[in-house]
């Protein structure tokens, strides 16, 4: 599989700049020292190459994600689970009345390993795409090293949930030290006192002291499972990178600090509410909105999916309903 996916990367020899131009489908890639250029047949698109970084970083890591992840209001992907589309200004009102816009469908695959391809190509020693601007260098510049390991971090899956024996463990000082925004929250962990025999069953961790030790943001890793019911909780810091168009709807619960949102129309782009989230703050994304979040200081977000694959199926052909919860 992995042969089958690398042979499909169609890539140039290092230009003027150092980096490789890439080309998918009729869609075509390269950077200069500031940008990301992308063309297709129907016209051509230049985004600031940190921004297209971020959101290239998150597009691979997640694998697609839930739904359609927007680069920006032109360029963006929809996860159909098997099949990606790439597309250009099909979720842009302006594109779409102008028929200018554009859309590939690829095998998960192929698009996944031309993403990564670039993603590393186009990395340079300096610049981490998952740390907050605070906590990196720039990306800027001709070619300049590789910095492979920050763009393939392993995300965390708890298979049931962190702490438990054999499932993802607790961090220290030692692999992740206490973010500097987060020196004030408690390190203490639960005491656990199972009965005998049960040792290895009971389990529990403290969340909050887990996430002060994230060392990326923007980035929800699975931290406990129960069934298709998943908790994502993450740390934010700046700008969410991707405008996250949901095929369901998500649930938020503000843990520290505060996060803005900005909630637009999932397919046309026009604005619908903003949403300001405080500690202790709940609310429920429909899914049919795009939203971005904007996070003045590090902040802890728990972010609830519900990843039973039949809900896209039952949400758009209106046997389920897009909003959560009638009152
Ligand atoms: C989202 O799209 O809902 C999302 C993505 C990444 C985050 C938080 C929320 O870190
Ligand atoms: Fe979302």
Known sequence: MTDVAESSVQASEPDEFGYRQYTLGGFMFHRD????????????HVLSID????????????DFFYGTVNFDDVIGTVN??????LFAGRYNDSYRKAELDHTENFPTPDIQATFKAMLDDWTNTTFDPFASPE??????????????AAVTRRRVAAQRMVGVPGDEQIRTDATHPVNRMFADVSQDEPEVHANPGFEGEVAGFSLYAYLSRSDVTWNPSVTSVCKDSLFCPTTEEYILPVIHGNDRVEWFIQLSDEIRWSVDDRDTGSPRAKVIMRAGDVAAMPADIR????????SMLLVWENASPGLPELIATGKAPQYPIDF
């Not at 020292?33 to 051509?44: L, N, V």
């Open 135 to 148: 906590e990196t260098a720039g990306p800027w510049g001709l070619k300049n090293g590789s910095n492979t």
């Open 51 to 62: 921004a297209f970084l971020r959101a290239l970083q998150r597009d691979c890591a997640w």
């Open 33 to 44: 020292e500031y940008f990301a250029h992308i063309s297709w047949p129907t016209g051509s």
């Open 80 to 85: 159909h689970y098997g099949t990606v589309d």
């Open 291 to 298: 939203h971005r979040g904007y996070s003045p200081k590090r």
